[in-house]
């Protein structure tokens, strides 16, 4: 039986079906749990209020697909993902992250390793 991250196939399919999403089209974006959330919570919102980039650090850290998040953030973006506010070159940007306590740190690097 082939299995993916731990679940058959077939477990995954039916899963993915109750949420009304299409297994031969899925992507990890549909699983966000930001998809409703307005856009500046990750960009200018984000850089100029430090309680909504706190709270957006909290939606980010209870996300199923934070992992796959951080690693497209990585990879390049810029703004936040995956819980870390990166800086477009593959850093995370120290002065956008600034407010993150170091239980915070730990949580992001916890959930993406
Ligand atoms: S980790 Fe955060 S930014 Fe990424 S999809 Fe989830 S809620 Fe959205």
Partial sequence: MEMVCGWSLRRMSSLL???GLDPEDFEWQDLAL?????????YDGYESDQETAKATDQVCLRC???KQCFFTGASGEHGVWGGVYWNGSGKPD???NAHKTEEVWN???RKVT
């Fill in 17 to 19: 079906d109750e949420l």
């Fill in 34 to 42: 930001c998809s409703n959330m307005p856009t500046s919570f990750f």
């Fill in 64 to 66: 199923p697909v934070q």
């Fill in 94 to 96: 120290k002065n956008r």
């Fill in 107 to 109: 949580e992001v690097q």
